[in-house]
């Protein structure tokens, strides 16, 4: 089965953008196993910087940023298996080695 990841980006004014990536799963990693790692390279259970881990961007292009009160970060929300294709056919294990490194 392959991994689906969803995050989203939340701005100052509470607007979100949302993403979900699905990922190949070609050797078979237990998801207990991939949800532990990512949950650990999680600052406060919660954010990650998406550009960190090789993930799209998805702050609002319409609006302009404002360092007063949006973030830089973006917001996991969960990991699980699916039966969905991986369009960009990128493995799991990209996205894992780039939280080890």
Do not use: C
Not at 19 to 35: A, S
Not at 91 to 99: C, R, S
């Amino acid at each position: 089965m392959n991994i689906k990841f969803s995050y989203l980006y939340r701005d100052g004014g509470n607007y979100k953008n949302f993403r979900e990536i699905v990922f190949t799963n070609n050797k078979k990693l237990e998801i207990d196993e991939i949800r532990r790692l990512i949950s650990s390279k999680l600052i406060d259970d919660t954010w990650f910087y998406a550009s960190k881990w090789g993930l799209p961007d998805l702050h609002f292009l319409d609006y302009q940023y404002d360092p007063n009160i949006d973030v830089d970060w973006h917001e996991f929300e969960r990991i699980e298996l699916t039966d969905e294709i991986s369009g960009d056919n990128i493995d799991i294990e990209v996205l894992l080695k780039i939280l080890v490194d």
